[in-house]
């Protein structure tokens, strides 16, 4: 459970400031503008992992963030069992945003915080009104991609609301069960994988009546992206405040855990940073996640359950089975220690 800090104690953004678009911790400018457009939505009082994908991109100028979508977690979650997860989100999301100096807080938008009712009723939100305004945009020729972290509730409302969206832009969703013959569930499963079962009837409306492009990495490959404690101290905790803020995180949901399962691993699963690899970590040339695996699949239906009902004809979509762990997490460590060395700059220059 990412903690949630009150309204009135929002973390202010302290100099250095900057926004959105710049990159000044790089001591060698960017060489080019970014070659895609991402709207994130995660579920950001949960799981901490979400916490490091949304650093993780705001520190990638090769994406242009277009819009932060604060998301709802599943009635009762114990992570964030109010009622007001997307609220909390969104809380926290501009708390990060004030530790980073960042003052582009225009892109924050808060999404929904009840599941949908059915597969033809949307929720609307501050979230689905920018979800749609970007993706119906004219004016820019970069592609889109819409990456998602946790349930699928905003996005499908967007989607009943405009299916015209579908069509321009892809999804890269981080959950669903395993795929038949490519992976078998982990040791006491949950029956339903735990992103999908934030809100079921929106991946029911995502996958099954919509026309959307989706990259799928499902649970079996968001759990390759391990990473140790020793890495955590010696690469993220060390890595000025904003690093310590993102290590006490993890460290307060593994105390957590541990006191419940008799000790801890020596490893966390940041299992959303597959969106910052898919995205921002493109090949330069014929740009691609070239070095990640994926198979190419009808895209299924969804039960009630949110098992995979074969669909025939279907639109085709990618399922990862491997991700690239090496860049991903290097990329990111680098990244929190140049930013650490310019503010820590800043500050004894000040």
Not at 199 to 212: K, L, M, P, R, Y
Request: charged content about 20%; proline content about 8%.
């Amino acid at each position: 459970m990412t903690r949630i800090p009150a309204a009135d104690r929002i973390t202010p953004p302290a100099a250095p400031t900057w926004r959105l678009g710049e990159a000044p911790w790089q001591a060698l400018p960017p060489a080019a503008g970014p070659h895609a457009r991402v709207i994130i939505d995660n579920d950001f009082s949960g799981d901490p992992d979400d916490l490091y994908q949304l650093v993780h991109h705001l520190l990638s100028p090769g994406v242009d963030i277009r819009a932060v979508v604060a998301s709802r977690l599943r009635d009762g979650d114990p992570f964030d069992p109010s009622g007001r997860a997307a609220e909390n989100a969104e809380t926290i999301v501009r708390d990060v945003f004030g530790r980073m100096g960042l003052l582009s807080t225009d892109v924050i938008h808060r999404g929904s915080n009840e599941a949908l009712a059915d597969t033809a009723t949307p929720r609307p939100s501050a979230a689905v009104d920018a979800i749609i305004a970007e993706a119906m945009r004219d004016d820019v020729a970069s592609p889109l991609y819409y990456v998602a972290g946790g349930g699928l509730t905003d996005l499908a409302s967007a989607l009943l609301t405009e299916p015209a969206i579908a069509e321009r832009m892809t999804l890269i969703w981080i959950g669903g069960e395993e795929h038949e013959g490519l992976a078998v569930p982990p040791p006491n499963a949950m029956e339903t994988e735990y992103n999908l079962l934030i809100d079921v009837t929106a991946g029911q409306v995502v996958f099954g009546h919509s026309a959307i492009p989706i990259w799928q990495v499902p649970r079996d490959v968001y759990r390759q992206c391990l990473v140790s404690d020793a890495e955590l101290r010696r690469r993220v905790a060390t890595a000025g405040p904003l690093g310590r803020y993102l290590y006490d995180e993890i460290a307060a949901i593994v105390e957590m855990a541990g006191s419940f399962l008799g000790g801890a691993s020596e490893t966390y699963a940041l299992g959303d940073s597959p969106l910052v690899l898919l995205t921002a970590l493109q090949s330069l040339f014929e740009p691609d996640p070239s070095s990640s695996r994926y198979v190419e699949r009808p895209t299924p239906a969804l039960d009630d359950r949110g098992s995979y009902v074969p669909v025939a004809g279907a639109r085709p979509m990618r399922v990862y089975t491997q991700v690239d762990t090496r860049l991903m997490f290097e990329d990111m460590f680098l990244k929190l220690a140049e930013f650490a060395e310019w503010r820590g700059a800043a500050h004894d220059a000040a």
